[in-house]
Structures are given as structure tokens and as C-alpha cells.
């Protein structure tokens, strides 16, 4: 029997958003999964903003897309997944359902292996992560992209179109003008005219897995798609002090104007999150601050 619950489990990040709950995961399951039925469910609290994860007995996870822009990630995640999986480095979480709306709840959703793992600091994780991490990139790059027109929200062709609620979110900020100016220099680099890669497009600390310091998984694919490699360059500043960052780098032969439009997406993701998850989603909006720490130490060495 499961215990009572309350309708949500963590406080609410989005307006309208779709309330999960153990109860939920549980007919979801019943229903749709009947051989995973009366494994033990466990609300997993994460840096995530797009997703609800329920852990299902020890080998398992449900993950309920919970806000409208999500909707649509499970079909992507698991297509992503499947494509891409068995030519990666690093742990992801292998697909084993993808769930139908019902029962309430209005999306599809997916089941995925649970990956063993825990997020870190920087200051947590071994020397050779952004090796690894970087092993990772080249070979996510390197698989054939064969047509494929997933478009990711960071890492596409059209950074400018950030552009009004990136200077918004600054003032917002305090307005910095150095901020201001990192952006401005992201819109001006030249922009990638090389074909599309396949991205992640979201690596940041919520989404890096790490057992006894090594990295060993990344998960949430939701986002992923084929696009400019710079999007992919975020965690030099999403996750790395200064000499991670210079680490990371020379593993990765991108030219400066690449770097630029890197930095560009990172200030995008962080200025953006700060101001909206400051008081509902803490891991992310330190993932946010660590971001425009790095962006402004790096430019005043």
C-alpha cells in the first residue's frame, strides 16, 4: 500500500504547472507498465525544471514532463537516445517505456534505467573531468547526423533572437555592462557555418553524474538536437572554475568566434534562470550564479 501523499512534492516553479505525485506514478504504471507494478516509488528532488523524476524500485525512473514546454521531450529524449547511446563514452539512461497520456496526467512520459551517480561541485570532482567531459563532446560531434532536424533551444542558429530578454533579464540583474558587452560580443562573432552537430545542449552541474568524484553519466536528453557545437561549450562556465575551463578547452580545437557564441549561450541560460528560479528551484539558481561568476572572473583576468 502506498502512503499518502501530498498533490505536489516540490514547490511549484512555472505557473500552470501539471502537479505529480507518488499516487500518480503509481496508476500511471498500474495501467500502462503492469510488469512494473508494486515496485516502491520515491520523488527524487533535482536541479531539473522541466521534469518531474519518480525513482521505480532500484533499477528505474519515470520522468513526467511538467510544464508546456516539455511536452513533446519524451518522444524526443527516447528517439535521441536510442540513436545516439551506443556511441558515447559516458552512462545515459537507456529508454525502456515511453508512457501515453492518462490517468490526469496530459503528456507522454518516459521510463528510463535508473543511472547510478550523484551531481558535484567542481571543487568535488576529479582532474580529469573536463577530459572526460570533452571525450564525451567529441564524440557526440562526431556521430552522423543523417538529416536529422531536431533543433535545440541553445546551440541554434539564431542566438540574436535572445536578444530583448537577455538585456531585460540584465537589468533585471543590477545591470551590468559587462554582462551587456559579453553578449553583445556573442552576437557579433561570426556565426558557425560548418554543418550541424549533435548537441546535448543542456550539460550543466544538474545534469552530470559522478561516483567518487569520476564522471560517469549525464542524463536529461530532453533537450538535444543538431546544431552549432557552441552550444555544447556552455559547461566551461555552467561548470568549471578557471583552470577546469582551461583544461576543457584545449581538448576542444573550436576557433574563438565559437567561444564567443559559447559564452553567449551560457550568460543566456544563466541570466534567464537566475531571475525566474531564485526562490523555486535553489540547486538551479546556484548553477545560475556559479555561471555569472565565472562569465565576470574571466573577464576581469
Not at 499516487?23 to 503492469?34: A, H, K, N, W, Y
Not at 510544464?67 to 527516447?78: K, L, N
Not at 549525464?218 to 546544431?227: E, L, Q
Amino acid at each position: 500500500m502506498l502512503p499518502a501523499v501530498a498533490p505536489v512534492l516540490h514547490a511549484s516553479m512555472h505557473d500552470g504547472e501539471v502537479a505529480t505525485n507518488v499516487s500518480l506514478v503509481d496508476e500511471l504504471i498500474r495501467t500502462q507498465f503492469p510488469r512494473w507494478h508494486g515496485l516502491p516509488i520515491t520523488h527524487v528532488r533535482h536541479g531539473g525544471t522541466s521534469h518531474a523524476i519518480y525513482r521505480l524500485g532500484d533499477e528505474l525512473a519515470v520522468r513526467l514532463p511538467h510544464r508546456d514546454w516539455s511536452t513533446g521531450q519524451a518522444e524526443r529524449e527516447t528517439a535521441v537516445l536510442r540513436l545516439l547511446t551506443r556511441h558515447l563514452p559516458i552512462a545515459v539512461p537507456e529508454p525502456v517505456g515511453l508512457g501515453e497520456p492518462g490517468s490526469g496526467f496530459p503528456s507522454r512520459w518516459t521510463v528510463v534505467r535508473w543511472l547510478p551517480g550523484d551531481t558535484a561541485t567542481v571543487g568535488a570532482v576529479r582532474e580529469d573531468t573536463p577530459v572526460r567531459l570533452a571525450e564525451l563532446i567529441h564524440a557526440l560531434q562526431g556521430i552522423e547526423v543523417n538529416g536529422q532536424q531536431w533543433v535545440p533551444h541553445r546551440g541554434n542558429a539564431h542566438q540574436e533572437k535572445g536578444d530583448d530578454r537577455v538585456r531585460e533579464c540584465i537589468a533585471e540583474l543590477g545591470g551590468d555592462q559587462r554582462l551587456v558587452d559579453l553578449w553583445q560580443e556573442a552576437l557579433d562573432a561570426p556565426r558557425w557555418d560548418g554543418p550541424g552537430r549533435w548537441l546535448h545542449a543542456d550539460l550543466h552541474g544538474g545534469n552530470l553524474l559522478f561516483t567518487d568524484g569520476e564522471l560517469t553519466g549525464v542524463v536529461d536528453w530532453g533537450c538535444a538536437g543538431v546544431g552549432d557545437p557552441a552550444g555544447d561549450l556552455m559547461p566551461a562556465w555552467l561548470f568549471f572554475d578557471e583552470p577546469g575551463r582551461r583544461a576543457f578547452r584545449r581538448e576542444l580545437s573550436f576557433d574563438d568566434a565559437t567561444w564567443r557564441r559559447a559564452r553567449g549561450w551560457a550568460l543566456h541560460l544563466a541570466v534567464l534562470g537566475l531571475p525566474y528560479y531564485r526562490d523555486t528551484n535553489p540547486v538551479f539558481a546556484d548553477i545560475c550564479r556559479h555561471t555569472l561568476h565565472q562569465l565576470l572572473a574571466e573577464r576581469a583576468g
